[in-house]
């Protein structure tokens, strides 16, 4: 198969937009089409201060990779998590992801991030937390969405960024959808989109660069762009239903390519023309008495409660 | 394992109510399942007069004596599409499917059924006329949806009906809607319920009455009540997308009892909840000027252009 562009090898092949490229012109189409998605979704401007959450997995240091060529002023935000499975015979899971972040930044002169360590900030790791609390029940996957969540928005409000980025792609974003749809949490899919907003001081923007792009091209990319990135799923996530989710999503794309794409477009263009009422705006916001994020309770937020003993 | 009723030997297990029973009591519950279905979603009144469509198949002979045990004034129509394989090797599917009609009414004093043979009252069959339109470019399914639609819409007002029922079970239904996500079809998203209400003169009420049971639970009815029916898939289903999506869902189904059933519940909660706008009142229709029936073109309905030279 030959480069649509210049006839030479391709390296990559797209069945559901039936191209083909080379390794000059796959990386070229790759960077044209995050930056069409941050305009079209008005995701930020050319001037504004960004903060993306890098996990050192492949799709956030693609990202990196991409926005520092595109020109932003982009900051780096790992958050160490305290996910060591050595004890199971696994890996360090969190010390291994950042190892690849600090690599990635120290070949790249402009790269600067900051690293929040969970353990050392708030006293316990997050594996410690999610045990505290659930005891081994479940897993600990929506304990680590809630940390996650609160520290990326806290460090994107302290350091006044205009908005926090992260490396979904359309495998997540579809896989997510699914989820949604199945269950048909209607509060999620109303607030389901490439760009939130910011909600009053409290909420950072949001953004999705990556958000129509599939898993497999971010994974070309970054074989292309020689970025070297964590390989394993974090240990927690194994036989978690997105992962289900996004193997049922996979056969029915090889059956029909072009199925996640459809799917997750077809959303958005239901979700813009207003198909779905605008549930998540009754939902009233206010202060957290500990921390300052809002929250939807009315003392503490679900974070700040985590840590109450 | 034993009925949950009784105590004697089960045959038949749900997984996804955590349910097994008898041959005693599952018929039983099957029964009850149906009329609290009527019941829930204001199908229709115990005295209203209802139009069964029957193809032959196991749901929609299962509904037949379902409703007739019940006691309500039900008739039957058979629509016979003149679907013949017998020169592909295949089976006269249109005939033998009508003879399961007549040996299930002839064991049943109080059965009563017309029998509208498309060729003979249109002039072509069903293959025919797709074959004419389409020159075998696609499956006939949507053609043959549109001359079943208006078969028996013009058959239910003929008679004065009250309602028009059809067997499409819970399968049949999350597969629908399962396909309508996937490809976000609004309109359809919005119509697709239990009972749609007659729409002034022209459309008559429709209801499917086992939209809450699954495949297999129809399937274990006629077994125990010793329905026979044609078990062949119409031959030109094979491969299509609807089937796929069965697979698909009952995959799901298999790893996680009760994932149909959910999804479907789950959205007429959603539905109910005005989640959704209203997009189908939007559709004005008028009388087709040739039949009479509804239309939402201005002058011929599709099904008479169909049969147009």
Redesign the interface.
């Known amino acids: 198969m030959k480069c649509l562009k210049c006839g030479r090898p391709a390296v990559f092949h797209m069945r559901h937009h039936k191209l083909a490229l080379c390794e000059i012109h796959y990386p070229e189409w790759f960077v044209k089409q995050t930056e069409r998605a941050i305009q079209k979704y008005r995701m930020f401007d050319p001037g504004a201060r960004v903060l993306i959450a890098v996990s050192g997995g492949k799709d956030s240091l693609a990202l990196w990779d991409v926005l520092m060529g595109l020109g932003y002023a982009v900051h780096g935000l790992y958050i160490d998590l305290g996910i060591d499975w050595r004890h199971k015979g696994g890996i360090d899971y969190s010390s291994v992801s950042r190892e690849k972040v600090v690599q990635f930044a120290a070949t790249r002169p402009e790269a600067r991030f900051t690293v929040v360590d969970v353990a050392a900030e708030y006293g316990e790791s997050m594996p410690q937390a999610a045990q505290r609390i659930r005891r081994g029940r479940d897993k600990p996957c929506s304990i680590c969405g809630l940390i996650k969540r609160h520290v990326m928005n806290r460090v994107a409000r302290d350091g006044d960024y205009d908005v926090l980025v992260t490396g979904h792609n359309l495998d997540d974003e579809a896989a997510a959808l699914f989820g949604n ?4 949490k ?1 509060g999620y899919l109303a607030r389901q989109a490439p760009v939130l907003p910011a909600q009053g001081e409290g909420l950072v923007r949001k953004a999705k660069p990556f958000c129509r792009l599939y898993e497999r091209e971010t994974a070309a990319y970054t074989l292309i762009a020689g970025i070297d990135y964590v390989y394993a799923e974090c240990p927690y996530a194994i036989g978690a239903t997105s992962l ?1 989710y996004k193997e ?1 999503l996979s ?2 794309e090889h ?1 029909a390519p072009g ?1 996640k794409l ?2 997750y477009l ?2 958005l ?2 979700r813009k ?5 605008e ?1 998540a705006e009754g939902v009233t916001l206010t202060p957290c008495h500990n921390c300052g994020q809002p929250s939807s309770a009315p003392d503490l937020c679900a974070f700040c409660r985590l840590w109450e003993r």
């Open positions: 749809v199945l269950h048909w209607t289900r049922t056969q029915m059956q199925t459809q799917f077809g959303f263009r239901a023309e207003a198909f779905f009422r549930r």
